[in-house]
């Protein structure tokens, strides 16, 4: 440990560890055992793993999931004079070479990179030439399926620290419950006992107030006294990203300027918001979620929640946000009836129709391998033309791999290529060039403005040329200085474990589990949301309740925080959360004559309702149509049920085929099954609201 006490001084000038970072770095360099670390956002996370870095012989490997945050953490270590780099898609190819020549080398002790990097087989080659004496793995959280930020991009983690033979692992988060660290502890060994260092959640610093509001207008004749009352910054929490700017808008005729920040804006705007409010004094910033990631302002005084989180590890993280200083703070959340749909819409967003998986499973499985041996599709393409989110459609493959043994992935490929003039010289060598691999691309090219476009699988299909040797050889060019390359269209690959289904019998079967599954976890989601509600409701002390749900019952001395809601009135909040279950018939008939599919009741629900879908999107029947939302009032599974009778009555018919191609498809055993809202149909949540508990 002196080295560790020497590095901590020399690198960073602090004269000795806080919290229980001496434990953990012990538990590490010392008894070389793995270890979890459970601090809040800025609690010291990352030294635990820095120091160690410096401590020991070999590499230290980061997994971090956002690209922004890892070249924060790179350029302050760069800065100390720490040898660390990350590697990720945004660095130039020479700076990828060099990134790889000093891990190679042994000269580079951290090295960051995101989950996804470890399917590449060119990194996990290089992996397996280098000594990971540690194995960090930030917001450690998302690898567990309780939990409410599950990557499934993280499961593989665990897989790759055995086949690499990692020394030792720390996991790191700031939100885990005790069901989730026991997943985190189970995935990689770590002893439940000895191994975990947990910082109690309760700050006794934080005034946690809960109240209840009709309408937007009530919120506001709370908020912008509240706000006008502020000693320092505030960050002001909202659903939807029109909503930032709307409520940014009824602020500024009070005399307050306040910031807007969500996913919608471009890079550049965000990053000068999110500098702005780092600087200011009382600033207020209008945010969605996305405001928050490596935000570390010590003086953040009021942190609102304009519209109830979905989750109380979001309301835990955000709230942590505010009083890092020690000083007092205050979090206020409301609540109002006319939310909970939009919340309950995210939930089941992400839910897809039972005929999208399984004609998603049919592709996958009486796919020819390619020449390689591999299977490789477009993830955008099959998004849009399934209907499946992004994330959903990830999850689903991680499934086939993790939980079927089917697939493994392996490193994606660019599909399309644009090659334009670097120099004249250069060009002049890339016309000149004869060999198979050049004469193959230059026959399939095709001139678009200033460059040449091809797309190497369609030319390799074409020519029985190798698409690798097409692709290695664009590569070659660019390398050499010869032309300037510009790759996009990425397929994923994947290699072939064990025979995929064939027959139909069995393809229906793997969707139907797949499908059960994903309706496991849009309730899950309800649960967690009405478990926010509860929380704020209960007869107890908020922080009680809080610190109770990440496993800390006795972190409140008599259970009493003596600032909350609940303390200061010595009664719960008293709230009603029903919504409509008859959907208005004039409105289902306006969105049936807007949205001609009768294939899926669920876009037809989702459109209703106000939940993006790729197919909604592709069909122009998402946000920007004035009918997009316009039953948001009813519950979900309601609606899915008054569509359903009407795709019913179409016989489950697709509209025009021309329109979206891709369901135009049909599974291998299409059933009557199809046309059911039970849960082992294809379309409703769990048998419609008629079968399931109704909100209070």
């Known amino acids: 440990?002196?080295?560790?006490?020497?590095?901590?001084?020399?690198?960073?000038?602090?004269?000795?560890?806080?919290?229980?970072?001496?434990?953990?770095?012990?538990?590490?360099?010392?008894?070389?055992?793995?270890?979890?670390?459970?601090?809040?956002?800025?609690?010291?996370?990352?030294?635990?793993?820095?120091?160690?870095?410096?401590?020991?012989?070999?590499?230290?490997?980061?997994?971090?999931?956002?690209?922004?945050?890892?070249?924060?953490?790179?350029?302050?270590?760069?800065?100390?004079?720490?040898?660390?780099?990350?590697?990720?898609?945004?660095?130039?190819?020479?700076?990828?070479?060099?990134?790889?020549?000093?891990?190679?080398?042994?000269?580079?002790?951290?090295?960051?990179?995101?989950?996804?990097?470890?399917?590449?087989?060119?990194?996990?080659?290089?992996?397996?030439?280098?000594?990971?004496?540690?194995?960090?793995?930030d917001e450690s959280h998302c690898i567990s399926q309780w939990g409410a930020s599950f990557r499934p991009e993280y499961l593989k983690i665990a897989r790759f620290a055995e086949e690499m033979d990692v020394e030792r692992v720390l996991c790191l988060t700031a939100t885990a419950t005790p069901n989730v660290a026991e997943d985190i502890c189970k995935s990689f060994f770590i002893d439940t006992e000895k191994g975990v260092f947990r910082t109690p959640v309760y700050r006794p610093n934080l005034a946690l107030q809960v109240q209840v509001a009709s309408t937007l207008d009530q919120k506001l004749d709370t908020l912008i006294p509240f706000l006008k009352s502020r000693t320092g910054p505030a960050i002001v929490y909202v659903t939807l990203q029109r909503h930032a700017q709307e409520v940014a808008d009824r602020l500024r005729p009070h005399g307050m300027k306040p910031m807007v920040y969500h996913a919608g804006l471009g890079g550049d705007e965000r990053t000068r918001v999110q500098q702005q409010f780092m600087e200011s004094d009382k600033g207020i910033v209008c945010a969605t979620i996305a405001f928050g990631m490596g935000i570390d302002k010590a003086n953040i005084r009021q942190v609102v929640h304009l519209f109830m989180p979905k989750t109380l590890e979001n309301y835990s993280q955000e709230v942590g946000r505010a009083g890092r200083d020690g000083l007092p703070s205050t979090c206020l959340m409301f609540l109002s009836a006319p939310?909970?749909?939009?919340?309950?819409?995210?939930?089941?967003?992400?839910?897809?129709?039972?005929?999208?998986?399984?004609?998603?499973?049919?592709?996958?499985?009486?796919?020819?391998?390619?020449?390689?041996?591999?299977?490789?599709?477009?993830?955008?393409?099959?998004?849009?033309?399934?209907?499946?989110?992004?994330?959903?459609?990830?999850?689903?493959?991680?499934?086939?791999?993790?939980?079927?043994?089917?697939?493994?992935?392996?490193?994606?490929?660019?599909?399309?290529?644009?090659?334009?003039?670097?120099?004249?010289?250069?060009?002049?060598?890339?016309?000149?060039?004869?060999?198979?691999?050049?004469?193959?691309?230059?026959?399939?090219?095709?001139?678009?403005?200033?460059?040449?476009?091809?797309?190497?699988?369609v030319a390799a299909q074409k020519s029985g040329q190798d698409r690798g040797d097409l692709a290695r050889k664009i590569s070659d060019w660019e390398l050499s200085g010869w032309a300037n390359v510009k790759a996009s269209q990425v397929r994923a690959r994947y290699k072939i474990l064990n025979p995929l289904p064939k027959e139909k019998e069995e393809i229906v079967n793997v969707a139907e589990m797949m499908y059960n599954r994903m309706l496991d976890k849009e309730e899950e989601a309800i649960v967690k949301l009405r478990r926010v509600i509860n929380f704020a409701t209960n007869d107890e002390c908020i922080?009680?309740?809080?610190?109770?749900?990440?496993?800390?019952?006795?972190?409140?001395?008599?259970?009493?925080?003596?600032s909350c809601s609940f303390c200061q009135t010595g009664e719960g909040i008293t709230?009603?959360?029903?919504?409509?279950?008859?959907?208005?018939?004039?409105?289902?008939?306006?969105?049936?004559?807007?949205c001609p599919e009768r294939d899926d009741p669920r876009l037809l629900a989702r459109m209703a309702f106000g939940i993006t879908s790729p197919r909604l999107t592709a069909g122009k029947w998402s946000t920007s149509h004035p009918l997009f939302g316009s039953m948001v009032e009813v519950d979900f599974n309601v609606l899915v049920e008054a569509f359903d009778k009407e795709c019913a009555k179409a016989e489950y018919a697709k509209a025009d085929p021309t329109v979206t191609p891709a369901n135009n498809k049909r599974p291998v055993s299409q059933s009557a099954s199809y046309g059911s809202c039970s849960r082992g149909g294809s379309n409703g949540g769990r048998g419609g609201a008629t079968k399931r508990a109704r909100r209070g």
Request: glycine share 6%; charged share 20%.
């Open 1 to 137: 440990m002196d080295d560790a006490h020497r590095v901590l001084k020399n690198i960073w000038g602090f004269p000795s560890f806080r919290l229980s970072q001496a434990e953990v770095i012990k538990r590490l360099i010392v008894d070389d055992e793995n270890a979890l670390v459970l601090y809040p956002t800025g609690g010291g996370k990352s030294l635990t793993y820095q120091v160690p870095a410096l401590c020991l012989p070999g590499l230290t490997l980061v997994i971090s999931p956002l690209i922004a945050l890892m070249k924060d953490q790179v350029d302050a270590l760069v800065d100390r004079g720490v040898k660390a780099a990350n590697l990720d898609s945004t660095l130039s190819a020479g700076r990828s070479a060099w990134v790889k020549e000093e891990v190679v080398s042994g000269r580079l002790k951290l090295l960051y990179v995101a989950p996804e990097r470890l399917n590449n087989e060119g990194f996990v080659t290089m992996m397996s030439h280098v000594k990971i004496s540690l194995l960090a793995i």
């Open 339 to 457: 939310d909970i749909p939009v919340l309950e819409g995210f939930c089941r967003g992400d839910t897809c129709s039972k005929r999208s998986i399984h004609l998603w499973l049919q592709e996958v499985a009486l796919k020819a391998p390619d020449r390689d041996g591999t299977l490789s599709f477009n993830h955008y393409q099959q998004s849009r033309e399934y209907d499946i989110r992004p994330n959903v459609l990830g999850l689903c493959y991680a499934q086939l791999e993790l939980d079927y043994n089917y697939i493994r992935a392996v490193t994606p490929l660019y599909s399309q290529y644009d090659i334009s003039s670097c120099t004249a010289d250069g060009w002049q060598k890339v016309i000149g060039d004869n060999s198979e691999a050049a004469k193959t691309i230059k026959m399939y090219w095709s001139p678009r403005s200033l460059a040449y476009q091809i797309d190497v699988v």
């Open 543 to 562: 922080a009680q309740g809080l610190a109770s749900y990440f496993g800390d019952d006795a972190a409140i001395p008599s259970a009493l925080c003596g």
């Open 575 to 594: 709230f009603e959360s029903g919504t409509a279950t008859r959907p208005d018939p004039i409105k289902i008939k306006a969105i049936l004559n807007a």
